[in-house]
């Protein structure tokens, strides 16, 4: 059953996500989008981790794309070129670094390939639940945790100010 | 429940694969049976994921793409996140015994503060975008170029 999850939500995650980059009109980019997020949290359920799950869909879903669909149809500008012309030479650069890159990713699975991990080992604690989450996040990580209702706070002020419709 | 659904995925390859010739989708078809999701396919999501979200932000014009592809940048590092609390925690007894402990807990943590942080950009990232907008008529990357020298 989690083999055939795993390899339908990988499809599924990886195809969305190739169609957000290869469409023109960013609303159907926003669909795409919401796919492979969906997608990934329900990977995130495969991996125990159930609180996340319905984070990713609550937050993600729920407010982020919200916010994108609406940023869309408030500008509503159609696109005619939708890739950068400039500097065509660059493409060929590109070849050796992404040869590089995937290089070093394939010695990297190989790597981690020879140790085998078990995936149902005796556990001690549970990842994903909302208790296991939340004792962490206000007992070890209460620095971290305030730092960012610090941030969220700047994050508001600076879209209301950016926002704003300039007076005089 | 369980044989039906890996029948349905095979019946799927095997629709796929029929014009690929016969060798091919047997070796396909061997590999499926043997296919468990261990963490090297999680981490070869993640990496997929990360490479065609960089290529969207280099190869887009389009500044609401961009942010999109960002936002596909940070849920590859949160499913490496989670993938590895995942085996930390299936693993914790045995690393426990070699003396080493880990925390299997820090990965979902840590993917809550990179969801805060996607949220914050895209809220700071899209009221930039309105700005723009009203200014440059534009949302396009390579006419906004007023910081160019």
């Given at each position: 059953?989690?083999?055939?999850?795993?390899?339908?939500?990988?499809?599924?995650?990886?195809?969305?996500?190739?169609?957000?980059?290869?469409?023109?009109?960013?609303?159907?980019?926003?669909?795409?989008?919401?796919?492979?997020?969906?997608?990934?949290?329900?990977?995130?359920?495969?991996?125990?981790?159930?609180?996340?799950?319905?984070?990713?869909?609550?937050?993600?879903?729920?407010?982020?794309?919200?916010?994108?669909?609406?940023?869309?149809?408030?500008?509503?500008?159609?696109?005619?070129?939708?890739?950068?012309?400039?500097?065509?030479?660059?493409?060929?650069?590109?070849?050796?670094?992404?040869?590089?890159?995937?290089?070093?990713?394939?010695?990297?699975?190989?790597?981690?390939?020879?140790?085998?991990?078990?995936?149902?080992?005796?556990?001690?604690?549970?990842?994903?639940?909302?208790?296991?989450?939340?004792?962490?996040?206000?007992?070890?990580?209460?620095?971290?945790?305030?730092?960012?209702?610090?941030?969220?706070?700047?994050?508001?002020?600076?879209?209301?100010?950016?926002?704003?419709?300039?007076?005089? | 429940?369980?044989?039906?659904?890996?029948?349905?995925?095979?019946?799927?390859?095997?629709?796929?694969?029929?014009?690929?010739?016969?060798?091919?989708?047997?070796?396909?078809?061997?590999?499926?049976?043997?296919?468990?999701?261990?963490?090297?396919?999680?981490?070869?999501?993640?990496?997929?994921?990360?490479?065609?979200?960089?290529?969207?932000?280099?190869?887009?014009?389009?500044?609401?793409?961009?942010?999109?592809?960002?936002?596909?940048?940070?849920?590859?590092?949160?499913?490496?996140l989670i993938a590895?609390?995942?085996?930390?925690?299936?693993?914790?007894?045995?690393?426990?015994?070699?003396?080493?402990?880990?925390?299997?807990?820090?990965?979902?943590?840590?993917?809550?503060?990179?969801?805060?942080?996607?949220?914050?950009?895209?809220?700071?990232?899209?009221?930039?975008?309105?700005?723009?907008?009203?200014?440059?008529?534009t949302i396009a990357?390579?006419?906004?170029?007023?910081?160019?020298?």
């Open positions: 059953m989690e083999k055939a999850v795993f390899i339908i939500f990988a499809i599924v995650a990886v195809g969305s996500a190739l169609n957000l980059i290869a469409q023109r009109n960013p609303l159907y980019s926003a669909l795409s989008l919401i796919g492979t997020l969906a997608s990934l949290s329900a990977l995130y359920v495969t991996l125990h981790a159930q609180f996340i799950a319905a984070m990713q869909i609550i937050v993600y879903a729920g407010a982020i794309m919200v916010l994108f669909v609406f940023v869309i149809m408030l500008l509503n500008t159609p696109e005619d070129h939708p890739e950068i012309e400039k500097q065509q030479w660059l493409r060929y650069l590109a070849i050796p670094f992404a040869a590089v890159l995937i290089g070093e990713a394939l010695y990297v699975f190989r790597e981690i390939r020879n140790i085998t991990l078990p995936a149902q080992g005796e556990a001690e604690h549970a990842i994903g639940t909302t208790w296991s989450i939340g004792t962490n996040l206000f007992t070890q990580y209460l620095l971290p945790f305030e730092a960012t209702s610090v941030l969220i706070l700047m994050a508001i002020i600076g879209a209301i100010v950016l926002a704003r419709r300039e007076e005089s | 429940m369980n044989a039906l659904a890996i029948f349905a995925v095979n019946s799927i390859f095997a629709l796929i694969m029929q014009a690929g010739g016969g060798g091919f989708f047997q070796r396909m078809q061997d590999y499926l049976k043997r296919f468990e999701p261990n963490l090297v396919n999680f981490m070869m999501l993640s990496f997929l994921l990360f490479i065609i979200g960089v290529a969207g932000v280099l190869s887009r014009r389009n500044i609401i793409i961009i942010f999109m592809s960002i936002e596909l940048i940070l849920n590859a590092v949160n499913i490496n590895f609390s995942r085996y930390l925690q299936a693993n914790e007894l045995v690393l426990r015994q070699r003396g080493i402990m880990v925390n299997p807990i820090a990965g979902p943590v840590f993917t809550i503060f990179i969801i805060v942080v996607a949220a914050a950009e895209a809220a700071v990232g899209l009221g930039i975008v309105i700005s723009l907008f009203r200014n440059r008529e990357v390579d006419e906004i170029d007023l910081l160019k020298w």
